[in-house]
């Protein structure tokens, strides 16, 4: 168990929908990571947070979004669900915002099927 | 382009054998390298972090070896058990500031058989 958790574990919805994913990272970590794995392009970064800050940005669709609570809970907004973004979608935490090699705890990811 | 390349793209042993996994990167500038192993299903998990600087780094069974020069890292497993049965994700860091993009490889698949 690496003290990190996401919600809800199993997703399914229509094209078109409006999804949250949640996560919560291991107590004391500041940095929170999403990422999107699908089973044809392995893991893909989405977007860091730091101390309720946007940090750093990866492939990221425009029609998704996240932010980081005060709290330091996580949430990745998907909107306008297409099939094609079907996939395990995992958030990781850190304790640095900027560390060569700080390691990154994964959760046990949110599987998002869209029908 | 930033890139990295695992081989095999998947791997059949007996339990107890040995074996090696490769991975090459593109990437430039160089921060560090990791290596993950990820249980189908479950998040990947850290197994060792490498800067430029080091040439190998040890976790149990598990050695990674990096070359910095050709651009060359390497997973050896030792003494294969069942519970080793897993993807293997070789991922590199760009040097960057404030940030903390990894490019990730598509990974390893190794099955361990009795």
């Known amino acids: 168990d690496s003290g990190v958790t996401q919600t809800p574990k199993h997703l399914i919805t229509a094209t078109g929908q409006r999804v949250t994913l949640r996560c919560s990272p291991r107590s004391g970590d500041l940095s929170v990571y999403w990422y999107q794995q699908s089973l044809d392009q392995g893991l893909q970064f989405l977007i860091q947070?730091?101390?309720?800050?946007?940090?750093a940005k990866g492939n990221i669709l425009e029609r998704f979004s996240a932010q980081q609570f005060p709290d330091l809970h996580s949430e990745l907004n998907l909107s306008s669900l297409e099939l094609g973004d079907s996939a395990l979608y995992f958030c990781?935490?850190?304790?640095?915002?900027?560390?060569?090699?700080?390691?990154?705890?994964f959760g046990p990811g949110t599987r998002l099927t869209v029908l | 382009k930033n890139q990295v390349e695992q081989s095999p793209q998947s791997l059949i042993i007996l339990e107890g054998k040995n074996c090696t996994l490769q991975?090459?990167?593109?990437?430039?500038?160089?921060?560090?390298l990791r290596w993950y192993k990820q249980d189908t299903g479950r998040g990947p998990v850290s197994l060792t972090i490498m800067t430029f600087s080091e040439n190998t780094k040890s976790n149990g069974r598990y050695t990674a070896t990096l070359d910095a020069d050709t651009k060359q890292s390497s997973l050896h497993i030792t003494a294969s058990q069942l519970s080793d049965s897993a993807s293997y994700i070789c991922v590199v860091s760009p040097r960057a500031y404030n940030t903390d993009k990894l490019i990730f490889g598509t990974g390893t698949r190794l099955q361990v058989f009795p």
């Open positions: 947070y730091y101390n309720g800050e946007e940090r």
């Open positions: 990781a935490s850190s304790v640095a915002r900027a560390s060569r090699t700080d390691t990154q705890y």
């Open positions: 991975c090459n990167y593109t990437v430039s500038p160089f921060s560090n």
